[in-house]
């Protein structure tokens, strides 16, 4: 019973205050559920940044800085708050007429998705950390900065910023910070509740997707689009055992729909919230910087010289570049510093281009061309994503007047943005990651959901043109 309070209170107490932040900077329509999923992926934010901080200025990690940072900030941010209406100010009311055939099968899937959370919720809960990657990745060196109670940052330490528990040094820590923060709240490292985070992302996920959904296309679109958001295999996996490529797959998700409002109300509020998401998504992933290239080049060729003048382009660019700035700059500064770089070695230096670090001595370099037809297979034939890669295909061809006349081309442009991006690591230096498919689903996971959402409103505006 005291694990679930202490529990509750680690995702209460940044989503309060994410929440609060959220309502201060936004004063356009966002309902009840879409502003505290947004407010809990930024306090679960927040808590890594103030790891970063607390860490690197050698204060010993305990709850009490922590408690006191996060009920400073949110006293500050709710003096003299006005929250705003709770109504999508951009979205007319979509009007539905539901037949008794409709009432049961949105009950239905009602069902299936409460199911599927409670499965998630039950294995995330009851299931110690059984991946490799993540125990690796993130879980190993959680342990060693909880009980160590900082980052280890004398370099003539044989643990040095986890070295020998974390064998990427160049990774971000947003993931393995989640378990330690969990670990301080339950006075111990317990193996299965300190990646309770994961279930918390996916839900959040699941309630954003639904709101933005529905304020455009319907209850309907929006219901359906959520389950089969819910069932994607690789994201129920990953609900379950603490990887960070499902809060990164979060923190883009959210950025897009928060560009994607922006783009309709034109409010720099989105755009600071957007950005706000970005640099989380760096403070989570290496992969993370694909999205701030993706979201800024579709925001430049939606917004430059479309705006008022060129002073309200810069400052609506300002909105979302200097969040990102401030929340993934240090992290670089500090990364670099210690001389940490993005690849694979121990050091985590090496950053070899048209080369591949883990492949073994006098394996081929350059460009690795059968990396194409994988990438196809695993995205057009395997079960992870069901029909969503065949279905992007047929819909873009179908629907692409629609979309060059809507603004559903931005959201494309970061689709295949993205894709440009991973692909091009793919070719040059992911090859044996990509070769056995795992370095395929789970950088795929990181944007199938904004996938799934342009597929959503794209359907929703094609079945509103033939009726």
Partial sequence: MMDALYLILAIALPTMAGT????????????LAARLSLGFGTGMGAVTYLFLIFGFASVPFSLLPFIAALVIASGLLAYRLKLPSATCSSC???????????????????????????????EATHRPVYSWDTWTNWSAGA?????????????????????????????????????????????????????????????AMLALFYVAVKDEAGKKFALVGTYLLSSIPILTY????????????????????????????????????????????????????????????????????????RGAFLRELASLALPVIILAGPWFVAKFAMGLGFGHGLGGSEFNWLSDPLYTEG?????????????????MLTANFGLMFPALAVSFILGL???????????YIVIFSVMAAFMFVYLTLEVTTVMDATGIHRNTLTYAPIILFTLTLLASRIFKRSR
Wanted: glycine share 10%; proline share 2%.
């Fill in 20 to 31: 609060l932040f959220v309502a201060r900077v936004l004063d356009t329509g966002f309902g």
């Fill in 92 to 122: 007319g009311a979509v009007e539905e007429n539901s037949g008794i055939l409709w009432k049961i099968v949105s009950a239905l899937l009602v069902v299936l998705i409460a199911f599927k959370l409670l499965f998630v919720f039950f």
């Fill in 143 to 203: 342990k060693l900065f909880f009980y160590q109670k900082g980052l280890l940052l004398d370099s003539a330490d044989e643990h040095f910023f986890g070295k020998g528990y974390r064998p990427f040094m160049g990774h971000p820590l947003h993931a393995t910070f989640m378990q330690v923060w969990s670990g301080l709240w339950l006075g111990r490292f317990d193996e299965a509740l300190v990646k309770i985070y994961s279930f918390f992302y996916f839900l």
């Fill in 238 to 309: 990953h609900a379950q055992d603490g990887y960070a490529d499902l809060p990164l797959a979060f923190y883009s998700l959210a950025a897009v729909v928060c560009f994607w409002k922006f783009l309709a109300t034109e409010r720099k509020g989105l755009l600071v919230v957007a950005g706000t998401m970005l640099g989380f998504g760096v403070l989570t992933k290496n992969e993370g910087l694909f999205y701030i290239v993706a979201v800024g080049l579709a925001f430049i060729l939606a917004r430059y010289g479309k705006a008022q003048s």
């Fill in 363 to 379: 394996a081929p370099k350059g460009i690795h061309w059968e990396v194409i037809g994988k990438s196809l297979k695993e995205w």
């Fill in 401 to 411: 007047k629609q979309i060059y006349r809507s603004d559903l081309k931005y959201l």
